[in-house]
């Protein structure tokens, strides 16, 4: 199980592929970074919505037979109004001020019911496994090895998300907002920003993205629950492992732990059971976690990170 | 202030009977007082007695369990704080709590949420008139500055949204007495040149009975008079 | 030498001194006693009979579910740690046991093996976890155990060999006296049922057990736990296992009702999710409403696929009610409207027993906070007499040493902040010593290094000459140290009963399998530690709260029920940080005033931070001002009073940087300048 021995000439492909698919982590782990900044909660409902995503891009390109872009558009559509409503529920006075554990817990049964809706609201046909991609279908050959046009255009919208977010918070004045809300929200509070506004928009920002997500994501997952709960996972891991810092970050450790994963799966390393590899993966979290949490320490002595 | 000229004009800040508090729990008992146009006034306590949710009552972020608060005769009681920052009350609280992993007009411009982007940085440079030192450190990060200069950023903050009334909690913990005057002697020329009023928060002693018009003497809860600062 | 203050003439007013009416150390009796569980009882016994085979299935299905939600009940609901991870947990131990317990393909062990096996599997799964959670709790665990969720779908899930796949393996049936059973047998629902209630008949007994407590105020809050010796890790390691053994043994119990295996597909996160749910909205201290929900969510399938809401949905709906219905859930509610019923409105209870602290006082406070009490409430002298006697056998032996605590040379910063730079202080056993000082002086600081919540830089603690700065919390207060906090911590959800009890945990010895068996020994030191905390309760005058809920009570309640838990585990010596903050002077100086009698009947130390110098100055024996970090002067409060130094940098008038009023100034000023 733990046969370690390289093979160099898988490393090039599985590079490309791991970059790749950092993509779809990144974006969902970005979405996570950007309500907790608002919040200081875990936004478990994002896999919700990118359910909804996944699942709506099927049904309308199986059913109805729209074109994939259009999709995404009409998505991400559907995304903002989701994440807008659901700000409209939790940065409401009387819910914004309960302990974490209880919006977390909201949190989660949102979640919940959006899975549960998605997967009657957008039933699963037997004939159509896959979803088309809205790009087409070629492929590229780099390093002698056949990446989609799917793959690189999800990695590219990645990429410009990303760095679109870094700048939004960086250069605007809503931007600066959120980051003062993130790190004093009291103070936030008597400056005399408007927690409710700031915070509405940014879930609903951030549920437009896991939307996207959830749609990039059906090509390749098809209509998987289980497969798109793993995605989600890995982006929650990689937004805990930054401590929900920054999008570039959230990029950053979405790379490191995608091309981990690629690496285990395509042999490059040796032959190295899905066991080992998810056991890998958590054990890197939690260390990462702990290492962050030193470094952040006070000193004192019953101080648990409570994020 | 002649008492003739009091009858004529309204306070700019009238508390009456307020009882505000945590939790349903009051910690500000019956509390009166007014704040009048273009005056400096200490509220002067010691700790757990109250001034910190005084002023975070005025600012609108503490329960308020009866009476009411007036801001130029309107009844702000049930008002959010970005509200009474809109109308004119703007707050420095304790510690500064500026936002450290911003710059200092990264800061400036957080405390400027419904100021137009046009008018923003003619106020930057307000603020850099009082604040010199401000100016010549706009785009270092707040966390890095020291406490002397954090206490200006925290007061630049409050002071862009252009206010009638500052609320400036304990400018004086942690700085040395210098640093202080230079504080205090910024917070006067505001209220000269601009008639602000400033209602500052302090312990009793860092009290400094000539460098404010008035003082407010609040003991457990409630307001009490000065005279009774002497103690045996 | 103090001098005689007005409250050393105070009158106490008669009140009933009544014995506790709420015993729950026969915790068991206690349960059987409530006419509802017999009434359940029976149900439970009978109505097997009339009813069809697929309700008896169903049933007892429900009841495996029970199990697991009972365990989650403990882990999320006592220990406030959420967990994702029940049905991953489940579903290993099932798989596994059942491959213990299977001929082919298995080992054929017995029956036993494979439930212990079962359950040992789910403690050890969930321990380890525990050990994640050592240094983070709240959101972390939720993250860490959703992990251990995924990473059992991704490699229990996919050996094949072990879950059957899509064919399901096949499950030999238990055999009992001599008898192959199925699973809609009556018998096989008996033998359930049996397992049920010896589950929530262990439970019951934990939960009144010091464990219980320990792991309700660990959740609730870690540093009041520690600050009465509970480890708060220990604590939570226990909910864990507990969580993980009833997952387990739920197992095994399920390999043994389902003729073959349910395939994994039933066991992924939502499942967990699910489970979640049925424990919050039973309530985290009602067993029988966690196990009504579990019945409930279980036996209505088929009108889940009427209004086409599926499991997903379902869960969803289950953790938003749950979340609405608050920490006591539908059990709570419940037991709310029995109340009422029974006893009326809370709001009519609680003003039939009024609190007496300090309404028949005439209070004439002055500008400068001496108050006057012309008499204030108390208990009557007798039943205070008693009260006494039962703390005195209550409490350890005084110790005899002369410094009950002393702190040398404490530096200590962070931050870059220098909040202490060579404190010192030392508090004679025996005296009600005072710590003054302006804010940011370092008093906070200084109180969280001696209680152990911080470690200094540079200096020693010593605890009655012993060095502790080592020491953790918990051990600390092995050693006689307890510690109040500002902040309000206590249970809200419990009864003041409850809360005082929860910090029993120091007087009574016992280990776990001691309480869970039942061994009168420890029970009777549980009985003991009743008695103590109505004793308690009638001298700080919150009996008449004694099982109303500590959240719905006012404010001078909630701290003296803290300050009774504090007292309950019988401390050498007691820290309050700041006991009256937030009361107004009339309370501020009666709960002063009740301290220190507590503390001259008791032969208590007492180390005391307070803003209310005044009070201070009247009360204490010793007082310590601390100024910038360091000692600035101690001694008798007089002299104190009298330092200069103390006058110019904490009691005197303050700093006044010019003599002349500042208008006139900057008119100057501004003439001057006109002028160049």
Same mark, same amino acid.
């Given at each position: 199980m733990l046969g370690f021995h390289l093979e160099p000439s898988l490393f090039g492909p599985s590079f490309i592929v791991g970059i790749a698919n950092a993509g779809i982590y990144s974006v969902l782990a970005v979405a996570l970074v950007l309500t907790f900044k608002i919040s200081r909660t875990i936004g478990f409902m994002h896999y919700g919505v990118a359910v909804i995503g996944a699942y709506g891009y099927y049904h309308f390109t199986a059913e109805y037979h729209w074109n994939g872009i259009a999709c995404l558009l009409v998505l991400?559509? #559907?995304? %903002?109004?989701?994440?807008?409503?659901?700000?409209?529920?939790?940065?409401?006075?009387? #819910? $914004?001020?309960? +302990?974490?554990?209880?919006?977390?817990?909201?949190?989660?049964?949102?979640?919940?019911?959006?899975?549960?809706?998605? %997967?009657?609201?957008? +039933?699963v046909r037997p004939d159509v496994a896959l979803s088309p991609s809205p790009f087409g279908e070629h492929a590229v050959r780099i390093w002698s090895y056949n990446v989609t046009i799917h793959r690189i255009v999800s990695l590219g919208i990645t990429v410009a998300l990303v760095i679109l977010l870094a700048l939004w918070l960086n250069?605007?004045?809503?931007?600066?907002?959120?980051?003062?809300?993130?790190?004093?929200?009291?103070?936030?509070?008597?400056?005399?920003?408007?927690?409710?506004?700031?915070?509405?928009?940014?879930?609903?920002?951030?549920?437009? *993205?896991?939307?996207? $997500?959830?749609?990039?994501? $059906?090509?390749?997952?098809? %209509?998987?629950?289980?497969? *798109?709960?793993?995605?989600?996972?890995?982006?929650?891991?990689?937004?805990?492992?930054?401590?929900?810092?920054?999008?570039?970050?959230?990029?950053?450790?979405?790379?490191?732990?995608?091309?981990?994963?690629?690496?285990? %799966?395509?042999?490059?390393?040796?032959?190295?059971?899905?066991?080992?590899?998810?056991?890998?993966?958590f054990v890197m979290m939690v260390l990462t976690a702990l290492v962050v949490a030193k470094l952040r320490r006070t000193g004192h002595r019953l101080e648990v990170e409570v994020l | 202030m002649s008492d003739r000229r009091r009858e004529l004009e309204i306070p700019k800040l009238a508390v009456e009977n307020l009882r505000a508090g945590y939790d349903g729990v009051p910690v500000l008992f019956d509390v009166n007082f007014d704040i009048w146009p273009a005056e400096i006034v200490v509220l002067c306590g010691g700790n757990g007695a109250g001034k910190s949710t005084m002023l975070k009552a005025i600012m609108g972020t503490v329960q308020v369990l009866g009476g009411e608060m007036r801001l130029d005769d309107q009844k702000i009681n049930k008002w959010p704080p970005h509200r009474r920052t809109k109308a004119g009350i703007s707050f420095s609280p304790e510690g500064r709590r500026v936002f450290a992993t911003l710059s200092v007009k990264e800061n400036l411009h957080a405390g400027a949420s419904h100021v137009p982007t046009a008018e923003l940085e003619e106020r930057c440079q307000e603020v850099y008139e009082y604040f010199p030192v401000l100016g010549e450190r706009e785009g270092q990060l707040a966390g890095t500055l020291s406490g002397g200069e954090q206490q200006m950023v925290a007061i630049g903050r409050a002071l862009m949204p252009r206010p009638d009334l500052i609320l400036?909690?304990?400018?004086?913990?942690?700085?040395?007495?210098?640093?202080?005057?230079?504080?205090?002697h910024a917070l006067q020329r505001i209220c000269l040149d601009r008639g602000v009023s400033v209602l500052i928060a302090e312990q009793?002693?860092?009290?400094?009975?000539?460098?404010?018009?008035?003082?407010?003497?609040?003991?457990?809860?409630?307001?009490?008079?000065?005279?009774?600062?002497?103690?045996? | 030498m103090r001098h005689r203050t007005a409250l050393d003439d105070v009158v106490f007013e008669e009140i009933d001194t009544s014995r506790n009416p709420y015993s729950k150390a026969r915790p068991l009796t206690a349960l059987l006693r409530q006419p509802l569980n017999i009434l359940l009882g029976i149900l439970a016994l009978t109505w097997i009979y009339p009813v069809r085979d697929y309700w008896v299935f169903t049933i007892s299905a429900g009841m495996i579910v029970a199990i697991v939600a009972l365990g989650i009940m403990v882990m999320?609901?006592?220990?406030?740690?959420?967990?994702?991870?029940?049905?991953?947990?489940?579903?290993?131990?099932?798989?596994?046991s059942s491959y213990v317990y299977r001929e082919q393909p298995g080992w054929g062990k017995p029956l036993w093996c494979a439930v212990l096996a079962s359950i040992g599997i789910g403690a050890g799964i969930m321990l380890g976890v525990s050990l994640l959670s050592v240094r983070f709790s709240g959101v972390y665990v939720m993250v860490f155990t959703l992990g251990v969720q995924i990473m059992v779908e991704r490699i229990m899930f996919t050996r094949y060999h072990l879950t059957g796949g899509d064919t399901a393996l096949e499950n030999p049936r238990p055999v009992f006296f001599g008898h192959h059973m199925e699973g809609h047998d009556r018998q096989f629902y008996m033998f359930l049922l049996v397992v049920l209630v010896l589950v929530m008949a262990l439970l019951c007994r934990v939960r009144y057990s010091p464990y219980g407590r320990a792991m309700m105020l660990a959740g609730a809050d870690?540093?009041?736990?520690?600050?009465?010796? =509970?480890?708060?890790?220990k604590a939570k390691a226990l909910g864990f296992g507990i969580c993980g053994a009833l997952s387990g043994l739920s197992g095994i119990m399920a390999a043994m009702l389902f003729v073959s295996a349910p395939t994994t597909v039933n066991y992924q996160a939502t499942t967990s999710l699910l489970w979640l749910s049925i424990a919050i909205l039973g309530g985290f201290d009602s067993m029988t409403a966690v196990v009504g929900v579990a019945l409930l969510f279980q036996g209505v399938p088929f009108l889940l696929e009427k209004f086409h809401v599926d499991y997903q949905g379902l869960a969803g709906i289950a953790l938003l009610a749950g979340v609405l219905c608050g920490a006591r859930g539908v059990g709570g509610r419940l037991q709310d409207i029995y109340r009422r019923l029974r006893f009326g409105p809370a709001v009519k209870r609680r003003a039939a027993r009024p609190n007496t602290l300090t309404t028949s006082a005439s209070v004439l406070s002055r500008a400068d906070g001496i108050v006057d009490l012309a008499e204030y409430g108390g208990a009557a002298p007798a039943a205070r007499r008693q009260a006494l006697e039962t703390l005195e056998g209550w409490f350890p032996a005084r110790r005899t040493e002369p410094i009950a605590l002393s702190a040398e040379n404490i530096w200590m910063s962070f931050g870059g902040v220098k909040a202490l730079q060579g404190a010192n202080i030392e508090v004679p056993t025996g005296s009600f010593t005072g710590l003054i000082g302006p804010n940011g002086a370092g008093k906070t600081t200084l109180f969280d290094v001696v209680s152990g919540l911080q470690r200094p830089d540079r200096g020693t603690v010593r605890l009655f000459g012993e060095n502790v700065t080592g020491m953790r919390p918990w051990t600390r207060a092995g050693l006689g140290m307890t510690r109040t906090f500002q902040t309000q @911590?206590?249970?809200?959800?419990? &009864?003041?009963?409850?809360?005082?009890?929860? &910090?029993?945990?120091? @007087?009574?010895?016992?280990?776990? &399998?001691?309480?869970? =068996? &039942?061994?009168? @020994?420890?029970? @009777?030191?549980?009985?003991?530690?009743?008695?103590?905390?109505?004793? =308690?309760?009638?001298l700080l005058n919150i009996d008449r709260y004694w099982d109303e809920r500590v959240g719905e009570l006012e404010f001078s309640a909630r701290r003296r029920t803290e300050l009774g838990r504090a007292l309950m585990s019988g401390p050498q010596i007691l820290l309050l940080d700041e006991p009256t903050s937030g009361l107004d002077p009339a309370s501020s100086a009666a709960l002063i005033g009740l301290v220190r009698q507590l503390q001259a009947d008791l032969g208590l130390t007492v180390l005391l931070v307070e803003h209310y110098v005044k009070a201070v100055l009247e009360s204490c024996d010793l007082v310590y001002v601390l100024a910038e970090g360091r000692t600035l002067a101690h001694g008798d409060p007089l002299a104190v009073a009298a330092n200069a130094e103390v006058q110019t940098h904490y009691l005197g008038a303050g700093a006044s940087s010019s003599t002349v009023p500042w208008r006139q100034r900057m008119a100057e000023e501004r003439r001057t300048a006109a002028r160049v």
């Open positions: 991400v559509g #559907i995304g %903002t109004v989701i994440g807008g409503l659901y700000g409209l529920l939790v940065m409401n006075q009387r #819910i $914004a001020f309960l +302990p974490r554990i209880t919006l977390s817990m909201i949190s989660l049964a949102v979640m919940l019911l959006l899975t549960a809706f998605a %997967t009657r609201l957008f +039933p250069g605007t004045r809503a931007g600066v907002n959120v980051r003062a809300i993130s790190d004093d929200v009291e103070a936030a509070r008597w400056s005399g920003i408007r927690l409710f506004r700031i915070g509405v928009g940014a879930y609903a920002a951030s549920g437009a *993205m896991s939307c996207l $997500a959830g749609a990039l994501l $059906a090509p390749t997952a098809g %209509t998987d629950i289980s497969a *798109m709960l793993l995605v989600f996972f890995r982006a929650l891991t990689v937004a805990v492992v930054g401590g929900f810092r920054s999008p570039m970050l959230a990029l950053l450790g979405a790379c490191v732990l995608s091309l981990t994963e690629t690496f285990c %799966t395509t042999s490059a390393l040796g032959e190295i059971g899905p066991g080992t590899k998810e056991t890998a993966i | 400036v909690e304990e400018p004086s913990q942690g700085l040395a007495p210098v640093m202080v005057d230079r504080v205090y009793f002693q860092q009290l400094r009975e000539n460098d404010c018009d008035r003082v407010l003497v609040i003991d457990k809860g409630t307001v009490v008079p000065y005279e009774s600062l002497s103690r045996s | 999320t609901g006592w220990c406030r740690e959420v967990n994702l991870a029940s049905a991953g947990v489940y579903a290993t131990s099932l798989y596994l870690q540093q009041s736990a520690a600050a009465v010796g =509970i480890s708060p890790w @911590r206590t249970i809200k959800e419990l &009864g003041v009963c409850d809360n005082l009890l929860a &910090g029993a945990g120091l @007087r009574i010895h016992g280990n776990l &399998g001691q309480f869970v =068996i &039942g061994q009168p @020994r420890v029970w @009777r030191q549980v009985r003991a530690a009743e008695e103590a905390a109505w004793a =308690i309760a009638q």
